[in-house]
């Protein structure tokens, strides 16, 4: 019996989908995102640019995902017998506890990196989007760092 192994994309990773598929999820997201910023007032505290910022995309995503999970999980529908039983979805195990720790989760963004608002101050306070230079930056880095990899490396420095 072989065993083989492929890297699984799970849902949250939309690195790779196509044009349809991610316009459909970052809908979906959007939606989302309005009803989390009305509901726990933050208007104001997430900047209306939030999808130009790539690491907030992430992190709003992950919120949902993980509110999904706790609220609206993904379950395996049982067959019924054909005549009296129509189909129904199984009952999924979703402790209270789980949604508890959503708000926890919440909460720590919320006063973490939310508060912090790493790359999105100044969109915040201007209230629309301006770009720190993050990108460019990053890309400078990344070539300084590809042309690290090409300079032979001094054993005796690295070990010191
Ligand atoms: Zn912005």
């Known amino acids: 019996m072989g065993s083989e192994y492929v890297r699984f994309g799970l849902s949250w990773n939309w690195e790779g989908l196509d044009e349809t598929e991610l316009q459909r999820r970052h809908g979906e997201l959007r939606t989302w995102v309005n009803w989390f910023v009305a509901r726990y007032h933050l208007v104001g505290r997430v ?6 910022h790539p690491g907030l995309v992430d992190e709003l995503k992950a919120l949902w995902y993980y509110h999904e999970e706790v609220t609206n999980p993904l379950v395996p529908v049982v067959d019924g017998d054909q005549v009296h039983d129509p ?3 199984e009952d999924p ?3 209270a506890r789980a949604y ?21 101050r100044e969109c915040l306070a201007r209230q629309e989007h301006v770009d720190d230079g993050h990108a460019s930056d990053a890309r400078a880095f990344a070539e300084a760092s ?11 420095q690295v070990l010191s």
């Open 146 to 156: 590809a042309a690290g990899v090409e300079e032979p490396m001094d054993t005796a």
């Open 93 to 95: 195990e979703v402790l």
């Open 100 to 120: 508890h720790d959503w708000h926890e989760a919440r909460w720590r963004w919320m006063t973490g990196p939310l508060a912090d608002a790493a790359g999105y």
């Open 87 to 89: 189909s129904e979805p």
């Open 47 to 52: 900047p209306r640019c939030w999808d130009r």
